[in-house]
């Protein structure tokens, strides 16, 4: 069962940002997020329950979110966020 995830991405100055992790096969540019009134940047996900790896790509750069639940490392040996569902 799927439960919706809030990602949000504190980039004002960005021209677009996207989420891109094992749930979407990391695919850069499936997942765009909106930007808001205040400058951060937002998407609600269904993720099923586990643990999901992810990252922002931010005007194409990849950036680690200050707020995951941790990080892990992608099968490349990168850094990547990890969101934890229940």
């Keep these: ?26 695919h850069p540019t499936s997942h765009p997020m909106h930007r808001q009134p205040d400058g951060a940047w937002q998407i609600h ?5 586990g643990h999901h790896h992810y990252r922002f790509l931010v005007d194409g750069k990849p950036v680690l979110d200050p ?18 569902v229940s």
């Design 1 to 26: 069962m799927a439960k919706p995830v809030n990602f949000v991405c504190r980039a004002p100055d960005a021209k677009e940002v996207f989420v891109t992790g094992d749930f979407n096969d990391w």
């Design 45 to 49: 996900l269904p993720l099923n329950h």
């Design 67 to 84: 707020r995951a639940h941790g990080v892990a490392r992608d099968h490349e040996g990168h850094k990547v966020s990890l969101v934890a």
